[in-house]
């Protein structure tokens, strides 16, 4: 379909191996959103990327994580040398924020649920 | 304190119940102001943004109280298919005035009964 695709849906990784989470936005999307959600709290901002560019980072909970966005369409969200907190449901979310407009909706991904042993 | 807190729940109710859900968000300078529904091990979704004047989409109705810094969501006559997360969402944005974060409540849970 259209909509913002991740990959893999589900991931499971030992305690300190290296991830990688993948976000296709909807074509031609500028904004693009890292969400973190843990179990029964609302998700919560990693990361925001306006094509290319990394705006805000301010989420991101240790220098573990990274993300990148190098051609302004797919990005990818990278954990390093995992721990059992980073257990959780990752989202990306899209928007296409044309100049002028106002509350553009942020359509989200499936997640890919993280599993740390 | 949270910057988006809600009603913790969860909320049971009967097919046909009226429910109400409440909210309070601590950034004055918040601009922008949604309810998102998720539905178990599913990605949130845009139920309807929120106005000051406040809206009704069918059997939905926001509500937004700048002054009070208050949001509530409204469902009449409720439905099974009702049954879900909601998530009270603030958005602040940047001084470019460019699409921005969200900052979502905890959620409350809705389980609509036979």
């Known amino acids: 379909g259209a909509g913002v695709s991740q990959s893999p849906r589900y991931k499971v990784a030992k305690r300190g191996q290296d991830v990688a989470l993948r976000c296709d936005p909807i074509?031609?999307?500028?904004?693009l959103f890292w969400y973190q959600q843990a179990l029964g709290q609302g998700p919560e901002f990693l990361t925001y990327f306006q094509n290319e560019a990394q705006l805000d980072k301010s989420g991101l909970p240790s220098d573990r994580f990274f993300a990148e966005r190098p051609e302004g369409s797919v990005s990818t969200l990278k954990i390093q040398r995992t721990q059992q907190e980073d257990s959780a449901v990752y989202l990306c979310a899209s928007s296409s924020d044309p100049i002028g407009a106002d509350n553009q909706p942020q359509h989200f991904g499936d997640g890919t649920r993280l599993s740390i042993l | 304190r949270k910057e988006v807190e809600q009603d913790p729940g969860p909320f049971n109710v009967p097919e046909g119940a009226t429910v109400a859900f409440n909210c309070t968000y601590s950034?004055?300078?918040?601009?922008?102001f949604f309810w998102y529904r998720q539905d178990c091990r599913k990605e949130p979704k845009l139920l309807m943004s929120?106005?000051?004047s406040g809206n009704e989409d069918g059997r939905f109705t926001a509500q937004l109280n700048r002054a009070s810094q208050y949001i509530s969501l409204l469902i009449r006559d409720s439905k099974l298919s009702d049954s879900a997360t909601y998530l009270c969402v603030v958005m602040n944005k940047n001084r470019g005035g460019s699409n921005y974060k969200l900052t979502f409540g905890k959620g409350t849970l809705l389980t609509v009964n036979p």
């Open positions: 929120v106005y000051s």
């Open positions: 074509s031609g999307h500028v904004s």
């Open positions: 950034n004055s300078a918040s601009q922008s």
